[in-house]
Nanobody
Framework: EVQLVESGGGSVQTGGSLRLSCTVSGYTYSIYSMGWFRQAPGKEREGVAAIKSDSTAIYADSVKGRFTISRDNGKNTLYLQMNSMKPEDTAMYYC????????????????WGQGTQVTVSS
């Protein structure tokens, strides 16, 4: 079993930056890829970025060039650096781990954190 705990959410103004962290514990050796997802009120959960064990990363078109996903294996921590933020980035952000696949489809991920709220004001 894998446990995930997000932190770093908060409120920023348009154009600002935040860095989210996700601390991973448990059977970390079983993880093939990790991802960040977000869900705004009344909307479906959407994939933001994902990274696999060799550090290959993929991004949703809406965040390309603004967000960067990274991982520190020594600290068992996943990060999401968010720059040039927009009001439409406002959502609950979740990290997730997948044992087998590498994609931005939330249905394939096995383990989830509780989420951290991000609010961007105009």
């Amino acid at each position: 079993e894998v446990q995930l705990v997000e932190s770093g959410g908060g409120s920023v103004q348009t154009g600002g930056s935040l860095r989210l962290s996700c601390t991973v514990s448990g059977y970390t050796y079983s993880i093939y890829s990790m991802g960040w997802f977000r869900q705004a009120p009344g909307k479906e959960r959407e994939g933001v970025a994902a990274i696999k064990s060799d550090s290959t990363a993929i991004y949703a078109d809406s965040v390309k060039g603004r967000f960067t996903i990274s991982r520190d294996n020594g600290k068992n921590t996943l990060y999401l650096q968010m720059n040039s933020m927009k009001p439409e980035d406002t959502a609950m952000y979740y990290c997730a781990a997948d044992r087998w696949r590498f994609n931005l489809y939330s249905g394939s991920y096995d383990s989830w954190g509780q989420g951290t709220q991000v609010t961007v004001s105009s």
